[in-house]
């Protein structure tokens, strides 16, 4: 069973649309992250919250809006996405960002924009 | 530019040998190396990591050995068995982490 919790598991949506992905952990990690992986690609790092606050933004479109509510949770809101958006979003959290500690992922959702 | 490669997209290997899987950086000043196994369906599931400061790390049936000179990182796994057929994602961590596209092990019965 994973540690790191994602929902939904599957997500098709319009362009138009808004929507949210959502992760959940309760390890006590105090940094949490999302990534964006396509098929046969590395997953590739979007934004790192550390201690709820913006840690890292990688140059992420505004139409993928991060939130922490607190420290167990992360979401990523979703507004007027392209079909390039479509692939597997992962969720990970680790103790600290800069620990020698590895990171737990989630099982993902996967996004398709139609 | 990919800064971790694993040039090797598959291997197959009997159960019972040993499953070497390989994996190349560019940028020295990574510090911390870590192995993840992904099932389909699943997210990555971490395996065994090494420091920068070290160049063995046992757990089990699993190695890591790191090269710093050659900047290669490889995964040892002895005795392969079918469970382990996985895609396997080597990542080095500089100012976050960078993963390697993946190899897909097959362990053959």
């Known amino acids: 069973d994973t540690e790191v919790t994602q929902t939904p598991k599957h997500l098709v949506m319009g362009m138009t649309n808004k929507k949210s992905l959502k992760c959940e952990q309760h390890?006590?990690?105090?940094?949490m992250y999302w990534y964006k992986q396509k098929a046969k690609k590395p997953p590739e790092l979007m934004f790192v919250?550390?201690?709820?606050?913006?840690?890292i933004n990688e140059s992420v479109p505004s139409r993928f809006s991060p939130e922490c509510p607190n420290s167990s949770l992360l979401n990523l809101h979703l507004h007027a996405l392209q079909p390039e958006d479509s692939a597997l979003y992962l969720c990970a959290s680790s103790q600290e960002e800069q620990s020698n500690q590895p990171q737990h992922f989630g099982d993902g959702t996967r996004l398709s924009i139609l | 530019d990919q800064q971790v490669k694993q040039n090797s997209p598959s291997l197959s290997v009997q159960e019972g040998r040993i499953s070497i899987l390989n994996c190349d950086y560019t940028?020295?000043?990574?510090?911390?190396f870590l192995w993840y196994k992904k099932y389909p369906a699943e997210g990555p599931t971490f395996l065994i990591s090494?420091?920068?400061?070290?160049d063995k790390n046992e757990d089990g049936r699993f190695t890591v050995f790191l090269n710093k000179s050659a900047k290669h990182l490889s995964l040892h796994i002895v005795p392969s068995q079918p469970g382990d057929s996985a895609v396997y994602f080597c990542?080095?961590?500089?100012?976050?982490?960078?993963f390697g596209t993946g190899t897909s092990l097959t362990v053959i019965p």
């Open positions: 390890m006590g990690h105090r940094a």
């Open positions: 919250y550390s201690y709820e606050k913006l840690s």
């Open positions: 940028n020295s000043m990574f510090d911390y």
């Open positions: 990542a080095a961590r500089g100012n976050q982490f960078y």
């Open positions: 090494i420091s920068s400061i070290k």
